[in-house]
């Protein structure tokens, strides 16, 4: 590879079944120009999601990924050169970049970073994960003190800070996840009151087991079994987040959904509601995104919230990464270190 | 019959599929005598509704109606004595007295009513008909002008009062409902833009011809292939109001819910929320119970709300017309005229 060559990652074929390896291809390209109002970024960090796996299986809120794309995805990069006035080399940058060693964006898709360590708080806590949680539990769950609130994809990104800040709301919180290890972990170092290991059993039991009192929200990343069992236990006025749906991700698409809908929400009075955490941050009833950014500083400053990274390093491991996060491998924030 | 015997229809046998005549008993029973506190109310009107249904298939907001019990309902009676300071003879009242000519009463279940004519506009348009419409539209769809809305069992006595609320607030309104002769009477007599028979050809597609601008609220009296139907035809930001699920009541509970749940309530940030009417009484975005019985006065003598009641002579029918009900037989508000 020339010094004006770079890696990316192409997605070869969409995947039918799970997710592998081999459904995408390492390519090399040359390291692209910027034009008008352009940026030419260095991939510093990339994001990996459950939402990237769901891009692959149609248009969402963004267009599909399709064969032969460079596969996308959020970054954390380092302008280099700037056609937009804006920006100036040396700024760092969050973007939907995509898995390549550099990128050339618009000025107009990219969001400019304050310079802070760990610089990865920005992609974690400050980034879609915290503002994610923060939106979509606070605003749509609206939790009381003494409630009891289901997580699930608990010790994922998401659900870890979804988890803690139900614990500063004064909650009993309760987190489905894929291992004993993980339960364990919940509870013992992440402060969950309940954990159920939802591969292992009956999960309609283990929820009755773990939530006596019902459930009042439930922040769902998973949709399926999961839900359809929540919605049978959620009390009067319940709330249900609709934040991702990774159990039908990576595989066929499934064949119905939850029982349960719409008799129990019309029986039980229940809410469910969808949103993606760009709809909040101009504002709802808990701020903007200014004001949750500095929400949730306070708590990390204050040690309210820990902040979980796993960092895997190397562009070459972008791919595994992923793979291994929707089989559940990751606790808190899946990220990997480009070049930092 | 003595004078001081009644007649009452007890549930006889839970159905286990389709609900026929054959499930109720018709019995005498002595008129009861009310204790401290209670009433003395002689049945005027029954009124039916498919919730009725619903009831028998296990405990919902209401205890389930179980093999033994007079069947349940809601009626319209005249206080003949009364032991409760705040009731006279001669009073009207509401309640869910059952389907007896007579029933005794505690006074604090009983909603006293004004003397209009025809009174039976008390159980439709300023009943729990008409409110359930009011706020379970109003509230929950929240519909803006130029918005599309569907509503299913458009053609019952929800869905008319529903379908005429959307066209007050400017909305471009479009039924479901069971036969062409009543697709036609909605858009001819009751001002539909469009309706769609569901039981005639392809409700995917009939709907999309229907619908051509998507749907942006939908008003759900039905759930199963109609809910799931439009699920996929939601627009971005959608909000459905859960009010029943129809097609689930008269059979065997449902094998799985509408594909789509979770998935497209994220991708599309789709509301989904179901109520019952008394939620809303003391408070909404749209004004109290007392508010809510104003307007749609209001509405009704400014000749922008049709009432529409279909109303069947004699005790001795009650259960063929819930039958007949559940098959789709009915425009509007349907009663059972006891004596009056």
Known sequence: MSSNEMRQFVLAEVPKGKLSRDNFRLETAPVPTPGDGELLVKTRYISLDAANRAWMQGATYRDAVEGGDVMAGGILGEVIESNDPNFAPGDLVSADGGWREYVVLSGKVCQKQPNIEPKTHLMSVYGVTGLTAYFGFLEICQPKAGETVLVSAAAGAVGTMVGQIAKIKGCRVVGTTSTDEKCDWLINT?????????????????????????????????????????????????????????????????????RGVPGLLVVKRLTMRGFIVSDFFEGSSVGTRTDAINQLKDWVDAGKIKVLEDIIDGFENVPDALVGLLAGENKGKRLVRVDD
């Not at 009151?193 to 009192?213: F, L, S």
């Not at 769902?220 to 991700?249: K, P, W």
Request: hydrophobic share 30%; aromatic share 10%; glycine share 14%.
């Open 190 to 258: 992440m402060g969950f009151d309940a954990a159920i290991n939802y591969r292992n059993g009956n999960i309609y039991k283990d929820m009755k087991e773990a939530c006596p009192d019902g459930i009042d929200c439930y922040f769902d990343n998973t949709g399926g079994e999961i839900l359809e069992s929540a919605l049978f236990q959620m009390n009067m006025h319940g709330r249900i987040s609709c934040c991702g749906a990774v159990s039908s991700y990576d595989g066929a698409p499934p064949q119905g959904g939850p």
